[in-house]
């Protein structure tokens, strides 16, 4: 379990957007057309076999259904290579979001064009976009990681969350890259 620091897209990024299948609902979600009107969407790079994504999986669930009724949308988006890691295919994908409570959509990005369109580098790898659909906050959840003795708490995002919600700006925030495993890339023939 090699560490991967995410690459920190530029604040005021405007969302790249996509369209991928929802392996919960079975529909295709699109991002711009789906958010609208949202005051925040959170984007998550996350996969189902990732010990920093298990770690925080809880806390994911938490942290949606907390913000469910407040305007928040989350999207979460697995775009690991599944002929590498099966264990991360759209069936497994399926079962993951269902076991772990996500009321949110659990995204699969065979091509992986969402995972470079954001840059993303690791497994959990967060982008939190304001109400206009610019980046407002990237980084990590929080400061626990697996085998930390550190409690899970979400309180990064909790409190970029909040301030986007209060019409703060948070761009002065110190804002920490998150950690986890790489993406794991389709192999280039």
Known sequence: MALMLSTMMDLGTEAP???LP?????KDINLHN???GAH????????NHCPYVIHIQEQLAALANDYADKGVKFYA???NDVSRYPQDGPELMTAFAKTNGFNFPYLYDESQ???RAYDAACTPDFFLF???MELAYRGRLDESRPGSGLPVTGTDMRNAIDKILNGESIKEVDQKPS???SIKWLEQS
């Open 179 to 181: 950690a986890g495993c």
């Open 34 to 36: 789906d958010a609208q």
């Open 22 to 26: 929802d392996t919960v609902s079975g």
């Open 113 to 115: 064009a969402a995972a």
């Open 40 to 47: 925040a969407a959170l984007v998550m790079f996350i996969c």
């Open 17 to 19: 957007d996509f369209t």
């Open 77 to 79: 988006i697995s775009s």
């Open 130 to 132: 304001d109400g206009d």
